[in-house]
């Protein structure tokens, strides 16, 4: 056990090997969740022009109160061409433009309309709901720096100070290799010895959530030939998944093809529970993991090395799992040897996070799994955390 890396070395040497992937410009409508490679500047002031931020009339300060002609109307995108004069009015849409000689801007709420003449009972202060010009953003102001995440409000920032296009990482390409010649599609009928192939979807749904492309080739059976057909095509993508032949029983021959065709294995084995004989290896700039065939392994290794890896790769600045502070809601027993990562259900109190582990913890047990929305970090120890303990969570 004493050679087994811990689990934060593992991602630590995983992350020393990735590159972020290279730059590509794509319009605005096409970016959404993609990583910024540049810094992108605002194109002009925002708002660029004096507008009202109310419905209601554009005036004089210094006239009110008072009762005013109304000799205009302004809306958005139709300003008046009015120059406003002591004793006027001008009835003004949020967004407009506020004409020129006006001051401040009175809701329609506070008014009395009669006719073409508007009262206003009360004093206003000046630039009361106008908006400045350049009062969100002014010209030439970074909106986005490289290994920003472009969310929809910045999206929606970039789109209102005329960026078309940005500069973002390329989306990774993942090949998932499931291997056993045991394995057969959902649907098909299974003859003696024989279970449907399920790794492979659950895995794709974790890179396409991380924003990658994920093709799935067909199970592998259990020879080095048909192994080595399956890697030497995976290979030409930026991430190999690997899933099952990573142990070292007759039929694990996944690490061994690795090695031949020229893959350089960085570790294998992980001190951790689900998941310790995963591998990680590079070709060039190409990443390797081999996982677990158990499928809560494969899943627990996708989401601690595999998952970071990918947005490591399009440039985010912060790929690691997000694990948030948590408060057990049943007694466990840590291992001495390895770190275990438990599967719970997460409710919410006025204390936070409560975490109450689920039965059938078992690393087959991918339906058991399949009801829990946390997983819980449990650091190696010889002392029972109680209920009520401080723990860390990854949100399922």
């Known amino acids: 056990m004493n050679d087994l890396l811990s689990v934060a070395e593992a991602l630590a040497r995983v992350l020393n090997r990735v590159e972020p992937l290279d730059a590509e410009r794509v319009a605005l409508t096409s970016a959404s969740s993609r990583v910024s490679a540049e810094d992108v500047v605002s194109a002009v002031d925002v708002p660029p022009f004096r507008s009202s931020s109310m419905d209601g009339y554009a005036v004089r300060a210094a006239d009110l109160p008072a009762r005013l002609a109304i000799v205009d109307r302004a809306a958005a995108g139709r300003p008046s061409q009015a120059t406003l004069t002591s004793g006027q009015a001008i009835e003004i849409s949020t967004g407009a433009v506020v004409p020129d000689g006006a001051d401040t801007v009175v809701p ?6 009669d006719g073409d003449a508007v009262t206003i009972p009360e004093p206003v202060p000046t630039r009361d709901n106008i908006r400045e010009p350049g009062g969100d953003v002014e010209a030439g102001s970074t909106l986005v720096s490289p290994g920003d995440v472009l969310t929809p409000a910045r999206l929606g920032a970039l789109a209102a100070c005329g960026v078309a296009s940005v500069l973002v990482h390329r989306v990774p390409h993942v090949t998932i290799v499931v291997t056993g010649t045991e394995l057969r599609p959902p649907g098909v009928q299974l003859a003696p010895g024989q279970i449907y192939e399920s790794n492979g979807v659950m895995l794709a749904a974790v890179m396409e959530e991380a924003g990658a492309t994920v093709t799935r080739l067909a199970a592998s059976e259990d020879t080095e030939d048909a192994h080595a057909a399956s890697l030497e095509e995976a290979l030409a993508s930026d991430v190999v998944v690997t899933s099952g032949g990573v142990s070292v029983g007759p039929h694990d021959l996944v690490r061994r093809v690795q090695a031949r065709l020229g893959v350089e294995e960085v570790f294998w084995g992980v001190a951790m529970r689900p998941g310790k004989p995963l591998a990680f290896g590079c070709r060039g700039r190409t990443l390797v993991f081999g996982l677990p065939g158990n499928p ?20 985010n600045p912060d790929p690691a799992p997000p694990f948030r502070p948590g408060i057990l809601a049943a007694p466990i027993q840590p291992r001495p040897e390895r770190d275990d990562f438990v599967r719970a259900r997460v409710t919410w109190s006025d204390e936070g996070a409560l975490v109450q582990p689920i039965v059938g913890q078992e690393s087959h047990m991918i339906m058991h799994t399949s009801a829990a929305t946390g997983l819980v970090w449990i650091p190696r120890g010889v002392g029972a955390l109680e209920a009520g303990s401080r723990v860390r969570f990854l949100p399922l």
């Open 296 to 315: 809560v392994s494969a899943l627990v290794g996708a989401l601690l090395f595999v998952r970071p890896a990918l947005l490591a790769l399009v440039g």
């Open 108 to 113: 329609i709420e506070r008014v009395e309309v």
